[in-house]
């Protein structure tokens, strides 16, 4: 169903000399579209590490629908999920077969609709062989939007019970980036959608935001809720509105 339960996590890398997380609980309920917020280094992309097993942890500390996830196998838990990296991988070999990656002959059918909802459709449409266009190793014959669009559109085919973006949408201009979470927001309903981010802009109009600091949660709540409770989260808004005023952007708190 997609509820992710985690309680009293605390967690440090096998070669770390300090836990990267400590007593982190929170749960989010299935259907629930959550921004997981923090600073560089607040422990957001060790949380996901977690959610997909890459690393073992003590049991009773993620829960899974219910289940221990340590009690899970990790094919049973990666199978529930979609995951888009930050550093974004794209096979030497078609667009189809890049975006259809989880079936096991994907045809355009497959694909047509994930790269619309990710916004890279006329992209695609405007290379001389559309979806059989070969992209070089790692992406290199697409710009860095393109690839995290195209990475977005090979998570969306899969249609997962959860999906985590981790910082996905970083190298994507604001237009495209509220276009893709509005698809979000339309098709993954009912469904549970976690973005981990930096940019305010990009979680404000989530179900609820957990915002991490130095590991530990320093608040949960609406982006207006946080707006009203959390100093950092004030500080943080405050900051990047500044940024957007200095690069021309947004002048105003909508970011």
Excluded: C, W
């Excluded at 300090?18 to 600073?39: H, Q, T, W």
């Excluded at 838990?77 to 974004?88: A, F, K, L, S, W």
């Excluded at 096979?91 to 059918?109: L, M, Q, R, V």
């Excluded at 608040?219 to 100093?231: C, F, N």
Aim: a negative charge.
């Amino acid at each position: 169903k997609g509820t992710l339960k985690v309680e009293n996590l605390t967690f440090q890398y096998p070669d770390g000399d300090a836990p990267v997380l400590k007593d982190v609980s929170f749960e989010i309920k299935a259907g629930e579209m959550v921004g997981i917020l923090g600073r560089t280094g607040s422990g957001k992309s060790s949380l996901v590490d977690l959610f997909l097993r890459i690393y073992n942890l003590e049991h009773n500390m993620i829960y899974l629908d219910g289940y221990d996830i340590m009690g899970l196998s990790i094919a049973s838990v990666r199978n529930t999920m979609g995951y888009v990296p930050q550093d974004n991988f794209l096979f030497s070999d078609t667009i189809t077969n890049n975006i259809g990656f989880s079936f096991e002959y994907p045809t355009e059918d497959n694909v047509v609709e994930p790269a619309k909802l990710s916004d890279v459709y006329e992209n695609i449409m405007d290379f001389k062989e559309q979806f059989n266009t070969i992209l070089g190793e790692r992406g290199v014959t697409v710009s860095g939007g393109q690839k995290q669009r195209i990475s977005i559109a090979r998570a969306l085919a899969k249609d997962p019970e959860i999906l985590i973006l981790d910082d996905s949408v970083s190298a994507v201009d604001t237009k495209t980036e509220e276009a893709i979470i509005q698809n979000l927001h339309r098709i993954r309903k009912g469904r549970t959608t976690i973005f981990i981010a930096h940019r305010i802009s990009t979680v404000k109009r989530m179900d609820k935001i957990i915002l991490l600091d130095q590991g530990k949660v320093s608040a949960i709540g609406s982006h207006k809720e946080l707006m009203k409770t959390s100093a950092l989260y004030q500080d943080m808004v405050k900051r990047q509105t500044l940024e957007n005023i200095v690069q021309g952007g947004a002048v105003n708190e909508g970011l």
